[in-house]
């Protein structure tokens, strides 16, 4: 097995490559509006308890999780894989080593869009219709909406289309986005046919989330201007936080103001030496002229100490020497 070319795809492109960004054709607008078509059918079937809630129901009393047990344990760790917050942070970290390959930022921003789409309408769709779930239905035979429910449509099952398929979404190759929309597709389909395996959605739930998952992915086309300008921005205030650094890099530092010299301080030994006088113009003197010598002075060590002439007591002349006391003379 080559690693060199393992290692070399590894390696980050000198230049951004030119990815072609998926515009609005034809073909995908009609995509849409079928897909939006049948979205609004599921919804006005639930809400006119029709055929749809009764295949909810049947499925429901039908019980899968027990006729086909053997299958709970590897299932209840394959919807993982619609969980939101497991799943984006895995296609996260693959986008974001992309984006840091390709120099761009685009797979990232276009993965939060998508994610920001998602919870913007599945969640008011859910608050809105409030449907309960089957573990807490209430009458047989009813939709249970707009009892507080937070179910329809199925998160878990919205989340997979968009996740996985924001990977086929952003594939640079025709060859890539086919595999990826394989792989995609038969991920979500397998979460959502967990949910309803599990007990946890409806059936009506699992084929809204389907179509909702599948109309944000068919939308993001029209928000590649949005994500493009988004890119540009970016950017630019990564420059101006680059130029700044530059700038503050090349400014010399300040040259710190000179402080004066101090002259010597003359001590006590040097009071009395003489001073000798520069030879200089200033002085008058030409420089080879020799000063005049100046009278040697002694220093105040080599002076002989002054003797007062007297003393600063008075005379006492009248003063008589102290004697010893008399003893008395024992008898």
């Known amino acids: 097995m080559r690693t060199d070319r393992i290692f070399a795809r590894l390696d980050r492109e000198p230049e951004p490559p030119k990815i072609e960004i998926p515009r609005m054709s034809r073909h995908r607008v009609v995509l849409f509006g079928a897909t939006m078509a049948f979205y609004l059918a599921i919804v006005v079937a639930v809400l006119g308890s029709s055929w749809l809630v009764e295949l909810d129901w049947k499925v429901m009393l039908y019980r899968p999780y027990e ?4 299958l709970h344990a590897f299932l209840d760790y394959f919807v993982v894989l619609g969980q939101r917050g497991p799943t984006a942070v895995m296609v996260m970290a693959w986008l974001g ?6 120099h761009t930022l685009r797979p990232l921003l276009t993965l939060g869009a998508a994610l920001l789409l998602l919870n913007m309408t599945v969640g008011s769709v859910k608050l809105g219709l409030g449907r309960l779930g089957p573990h807490y239905a209430t009458q047989i035979g009813s939709a249970e ?9 199925s998160g878990h099952t919205a989340n997979a289309v968009v996740t996985w398929g924001i990977l086929a979404y952003l594939a640079t190759t025709p060859r890539a986005r086919r595999w990826l929309s394989v792989i995609s597709a038969m991920v979500a389909l397998g979460v959502g046919a967990t ?3 599990l007990g946890t959605h409806w059936v009506s739930d699992v084929l809204l989330g389907w179509a909702a998952g599948l109309l944000i992915l068919l939308a993001l086309p029209w928000f590649e201007p949005l994500i493009a300008r988004a890119e540009a921005f970016v ?8 130029e700044r650094r530059r700038t503050r890099a090349t400014v010399p530092a300040p040259v710190p103001a000179a402080v004066p010299a101090m002259p010597p301080q003359r001590g006590h030994e040097d009071d009395d030496a003489p001073v000798r006088e520069p030879v200089g113009v200033a002085s008058g003197r030409g420089p080879g002229r020799p000063l005049p010598a ?3 002075q002694p220093t105040r060590s080599e ?5 007062p002439a007297g003393t600063r007591r008075p005379p006492h002349t009248e003063r008589t020497p102290r ?6 003379l024992g008898g």
């Not at 006729?67 to 053997?70: E, I, L, T, Y």
């Not at 002076?303 to 003797?307: F, K, L």
Request: aromatic share 18%; net charge positive; charged share 25%.
């Open 97 to 102: 080593w992309r984006s840091w390959r390709q």
């Open 303 to 307: 002076r002989p100490p002054v003797v």
């Open 323 to 328: 004697t010893a006391p008399a003893r008395p």
């Open 67 to 70: 006729q086909w047990p053997q």
């Open 195 to 197: 949910t309803v395996y």
């Open 294 to 296: 100046r009278p040697y």
């Open 235 to 242: 950017f630019a205030v990564r420059e101006k936080v680059r």
């Open 145 to 153: 909406l707009f009892a507080g429910g937070d179910i329809f449509p």
